[in-house]
């Protein structure tokens, strides 16, 4: 809370900690100084002046220079630049400025596009300004709410967003939606004068009007007990922004297998150069210079440009698909997490109450289509019911059409709603059946009606019906039996037996009569409570799942993703909800909060590890169970809309915010927006994160094999005493210019075919696993053994050093070219794989080989290099060697598919 009176500004969050839900109005009013006739104006400046405004502490928008320095955040950038320390220190300055062009070039990139994410997410803040009504010396004014302070007494009515924490102390028929802070997708009723238990949980507190929450019915008034940052939604964003965030998978295999590069690297050109000098007896000076530059060309500098490049083309692809990336490093996270940690409310759910079942008193029962308030879809009957009496189903519609306070109507040629979800529901039944509220006032005008009151528990709307009165009721089952002509305890067996079916499926239940009236109702004084009515039957609402959510659900499962649900709604909501997904059975597979209560260690984990429905979830628990599922060795994805969710995105390997109807705290914690609020948007996201990860690891096969062949090649020549094959400048020439052009155009590979039938990979598999392990010997074997004979025949046919390297020079690049075809696909033969499925890849080999044609011609520098024009025998000769690396790939390939089909995992 933004503080209170009495209370210094230093202690404000102590304060934030008193049971105001515990306390009476009257002692609230005392302890805040205040009084139901509310603040003066200069009172209520000086307590802004001491407590501050009224607003939710956000991250907001990362500075430019911090999103610079992200791009350098990383081991093998540190690796990059220690190498070009180092080639300064030894005085190879064009070798250094390659390599810091690299790093500068990969960081100019990433910013760009974390840039454009940035102000993309910050344009899907609400930019309206948010008003409410506070008595201020007496009189009811409008003010902005970030000028609400506590002691401030706020009125409410039907469609006011709650600016701040409220201690109610005037109620009449006021009903919340807290769903985006509690996770309940229910409107809940409050009570001024209730009272609860210290440690009541915020979901139960029925005196209590929290900040976010909105009101969907009745009015009411309330003293403020906090604001900003003290407040309910307020604390959790405090906690969330001062939580560690978790780390996309893909950084955290980069930064482990950069460390493993890096070691190896330095301990291959250190045995290089003291095998040179012991054992061959070179100068020292020689094998420093030889080793530094073999180091550097070693290191796979166009590794972090490559990365970037193929994050950068899968955002793009991603966001196509309705997919925001806040972090370039979280672009491929999806495709690597194993398990899917979703909310319930507005995320599997469309949060909009839908009559799911229709139940007559003659015993017909009927499905009702359709998702949320658009009033699309048909009432059919159910396998087994009755005939259905449309007249007994067109009086049902109208009751419910006329006991309605709600409002349904299209706009500009959409639909629009106004009021309570269940009114709006009802509103598309009736629309469905054919019924228009409009239509049906116009033929029976309203003489009066009787509110929803939490104690009445029904609703009822008395109408002029061929020139007499007529009440239409709808409410809680039990309490409109009691107001039906002929149902007793006993005689309602049946229709109670259908009630209580359908809310054990989870369903809200509602009981729609209607009945004669007095003759005589004066408008101008309370009706009589209805008696003597007709019971027409009931509806069974839900919040119904979004469309294509179950397929979606259904292809996490068969790409070995598996799927929980975490909910701040009620056990059988929630298991009505999962029995659906598929995701649960019965109550015994759902874990509530209370249970989670009183676990921890091994008995949380333990609980966490077999369960996929928890229920009645408060935030923090929703944390422990990301902690849990991650500490059992999972990459988690956390997806989520509310305030509720905000810590949990923050801790989860990868945040995904709802951008459409999500709070400002869940997108500003999240790594991830969908744009359309859609859990099936997840699904295209899993596919291209995948397609990023394999992009990234064929770069990483490819710059990593073609470095270790020119080890392997060094090593050949240093230990049998021939001449170096290559100069420290033809090194770094095939790694900064020619395989620097073709590599990058790996990044753009489409898809496979087959990413969303795959398992994800474990998370403790390296990115550089024993396939590429294999594969990498193999190809670097066959290099560098063929170039080393080679050069061996070159020598010994007569041909000096320098012409012998020119041809050496152009055979590596002959091998690269080969060797990116090759690293197309981990399985598929690089036959298969059409050249028109990459044009990118195309014109970057055929670059990359124009390029290494013209240094040849190029005066000057082809001195430098070492290059000149070789005659076409040669090339020929030359063009035979380099498909040799083919054939050992193709070899492998088919080696490894038969042992994967061996052992059933291919």
Known sequence: ?????????????????????????????????????????????????????????????????????????????????????????????????????????????????????????????????????????????????????????????????????????????????????????????????????????????????????????????????????????????????????????????????????????????????????????????????????????????????????ALTVASRRIASRGVLVRRLGAVEG??????????????????????????????????????????????????????????????????????????????????????????????????????????????????????????????????????????????????????????SEDAAADPRRTAEDMARRGMRVLAIAEGGAPVSLDPSHAPPEPAGLNLLGFVGMIDPLRPGVVDAVRVCRSAGITVAMITGDHPVTALAISRELGLAEDASQVVTGAELAWLDGERLAEVVRRARVFARVAPEQKLDVVKAEQAAGHFVAVTGDGVNDAPALRAANIGVAMGRAGTDVARDAADLVITDDNFATIVAGVGEGRIAYDNVRKCVFLLISTGAAEVVLALLAVGAGTPLPLLPVQLLWLNLVTNGIQHVALAFEPGEGDILKRKPRPPTERIFNRVMIERTLVAAAAMGCVAFAAFNHL????????????????????????????????TVSALRMSPLRNPMLLAATSGALLVHVAAMHTPGLDSVLGAGPLPLRVWAAMAGLALTIFVAMELHKLWWRRRMRRTGRF
Request: hydrophobic fraction near 45%.
């Open 334 to 487: 999806l495709g690597s997490c194993t398990l899917v940690a979703s909310d319930k409310t507005g995320t599997l759910t469309c949060n909009e109450l839908t009559v799911r079942e229709v139940r007559l008193a003659s015993g017909a029962a009927l499905a009702v289509s359709g998702e949320g308030f658009i009033p699309e879809g048909e009432a059919t009957p159910l396998e087994g019911s009755p005939p259905v009496d449309r007249d007994e189903l067109g009086a049902l519609a109208r009751a419910a059409a006329l006991c309605n306070e709600g409002d349904l109507h299209r706009d500009d040629g959409r639909w629009a709603w106004r009021g309570d979800p269940t009114d709006v529901a009802l509103l598309a039944l009736a629309h469905k059946l054919g019924v228009s509220r409009d239509d049906m006032l116009d033929r029976h005008p309203e003489i009066s009606h009787i509110a929803f009151e939490p104690e009445r528990r029904y609703s009822a709307s008395y109408n002029e019906a061929d020139g007499r009165a007529r009440v239409y009721v709808k409410g809680a089952p039990e309490r409109v039996f009691e107001m039906c002509a002929g149902v």
């Open 1 to 309: 809370m933004a503080g209170y009176v009495r209370v210094p500004s230093s202690d404000a969050a102590a304060a934030a900690e008193r049971a105001w839900h515990a306390m009476s109005a009257e002692r609230a009013f005392e302890a805040l100084d205040a009084s139901p006739e509310g603040l003066t104006s200069g009172e209520a400046t000086r307590r802004l002046g001491e407590f501050g405004r009224n607003e939710v502490p956000l991250a907001g928008a990362a500075a430019w220079w911090r999103i610079i320095g992200r791009q350098f955040a990383s081991p093998l950038i540190y690796l990059l630049i220690a190498a070009g320390v180092l080639s300064i220190v030894i005085g190879e300055h064009t070798d250094a400025g390659f390599i810091f062009a690299v790093v500068l070039l990969n960081a100019v990139i990433g910013t760009i596009q974390e840039w454009r994410a940035e102000r993309s997410t910050q344009a899907l803040q609400r930019l309206l300004t948010l008003r409410s009504a506070v008595v201020r010396d007496s009189e009811v004014r409008e003010i902005d709410a970030a000028e609400v302070v506590p002691g401030d007494v706020v009125v409410l009515e039907s469609g006011n967003r709650v600016p701040a924490d409220l201690r109610l102390f005037r109620a009449s028929g006021l009903e919340a939606d807290e769903s985006l802070l509690t996770g309940e997708s229910v409107a809940v009723h409050k009570d001024a004068a209730w009272l609860g238990e210290p440690g009541t949980p915020v979901a139960d507190r029925r005196n209590v009007a929290n900040a976010g929450s909105t009101i969907v019915r009745g009015r009411g008034r309330g003293v403020v007990v906090a604001t900003g940052a003290h407040s309910a939604v307020g604390r959790v964003a405090s906690e969330m922004l001062g939580a560690e965030a978790g780390r996309p998978p893909l950084l955290v295999r980069l930064d482990r297998f950069s460390k493993v590069v890096g070691v190896a690297v330095i301990i291959a050109a250190f045995v290089v150069a003291l095998i040179g000098v012991l054992g061959q007896s070179r100068a020292p000076t020689e094998m420093v210079f030889f080793a530094v530059a073999l180091a550097v060309s070693a290191i796979p500098q166009g590794l972090p440009v490559a990365i970037t490049v």
């Open 795 to 826: 020598l010994a046919a007569g041909w000096s050093e320098a012409d012998a390297r020119n041809a050496i020079l152009l055979l590596m690049v002959l091998f690269e070219n080969v060797h990116v075809g090759n690293c197309r696909s981990e």
